[in-house]
């Protein structure tokens, strides 16, 4: 082996004097394998280079690096961009099947509050048939006490049944 592959390069610094996370330290390798899959021979460097931890800093391999993580970033707006979007319109329909829940709400409340004033009016009305009823019922007991009375003293006059009688006998 020649002392040159074991020295890193003049034009390269290692990437963990960077001031890098690990996990950026990871994305700049790969980023610089990437570039070295494109093909140029400083991108070969380059991926010789990143396979040693180190980065290259001539202005080609910068260059190509730095374009590399452009595109990336482009991407990545362009994604985010749409993950916006996409979350407005989900929003927005959320929005819409809020309003539509709540107006769906405001309709059944309305006519609960309808159905419940026709229970309220129906109830005071069978209170008040009730109160004739019973009224009715008491005006015909003491009808029905009268006439025995007056049956048992004798002198009211013709029976019910015989009422009933002469009245059936007009109508014929």
């Known amino acids: 082996m020649s002392s040159s592959s074991q020295q890193p390069p003049t034009n390269a610094v290692p990437d963990t004097q960077l001031g890098l996370t690990e996990d950026e330290i990871q994305i700049l390798r790969h980023g610089q394998q990437a570039v070295a899959a494109a093909g140029s021979s400083s991108s070969r460097a380059a991926s010789r280079a990143s396979s040693q931890g180190l980065l290259m800093i001539d202005s080609s391999s910068l260059s190509a690096l730095g374009r590399h993580f452009d595109r990336v ?86 029976s019910r049944r015989d009422r009933g009688h002469r009245s059936h006998r007009h109508r014929t």
């Open 73 to 158: 970033m482009q991407h990545i707006q362009q994604r985010l961009e749409y993950l916006m979007e996409q979350s407005q319109i989900v929003t927005l329909s959320v929005y819409d099947q809020s309003g539509q829940l709540i107006d769906n709400a405001d309709a059944e409340i309305a006519r609960y509050h309808d159905i419940m004033a026709q229970i309220d009016e129906l109830e005071l009305d069978f209170d008040r048939i009730r109160h004739i009823r019973d009224i009715v019922r008491d005006y015909r007991r003491r009808a029905e006490e009268l006439e025995r009375e007056l049956e048992r003293s004798g002198g009211g006059g013709s």
